[in-house]
């Protein structure tokens, strides 16, 4: 019997692939896409982001981008001006926010994010060499997410670290 959000031997592959190639300038990091691909598969997402922090600036800066014409990788967030990601930064844990309501008490970006028919969102903290590094993002429907998907996507976000560093 096959676990619930296994990888497959090519996503193993993709994944290995990705993280031997070093990053380039004018293209999205390849170990944040492969996420991307795995995160779709596993728990289903209608935006796939990163955000890096830079703490002492108050600022996170959008490193990767399942929607970049919407989202772009070059965008900035102040996290002083974000409910959500300030609870991100005091606890450094996953954040589950399930319904529009949620989503409009958490994020002064709601109305973006209903235009793209999202109305739940999962945050999840990237660390690294034992400071939180920033934070990779899934949005989807209303109630798509559950605590078994923070799990899975707890374990991306050990991956992806190194895209963060």
Do not use: W
């Not at 996503?11 to 993280?19: K, N, P």
């Not at 967030?77 to 529009?100: C, E, F, H, N, R």
């Amino acid at each position: 019997m096959t676990a619930p959000f296994s990888l497959s031997q090519c996503e193993i592959d993709l994944l290995s692939a990705a993280l031997s190639c070093a990053p380039r300038a004018d293209a999205p990091d390849r170990l944040l896409a492969a996420l991307d691909d795995i995160a779709q598969r596993a728990v289903g997402h209608r935006l796939f982001t990163a955000l890096r922090y830079d703490l002492k600036a108050g600022i996170a800066h959008r490193l990767y981008s399942s929607a970049p014409e919407r989202y772009p990788a070059s965008g900035t967030k102040t996290i002083g001006a974000a409910p959500a990601m300030q609870k991100m930064v005091s606890t450094g844990k996953p954040l589950l926010t399930p319904d529009a309501d949620a989503v409009r008490a958490n994020f002064p970006d709601a109305d973006a994010i209903f235009a793209l028919d999202c109305q739940s969102v999962l945050n999840v903290p990237v660390y690294g060499h034992g400071r939180l590094l920033g934070q990779i993002n899934l949005l989807h429907a209303a109630n798509h997410y559950t605590r078994a998907h923070t799990d899975f996507c707890a374990g991306l976000a050990v991956i992806a670290a190194t895209a963060f560093l």
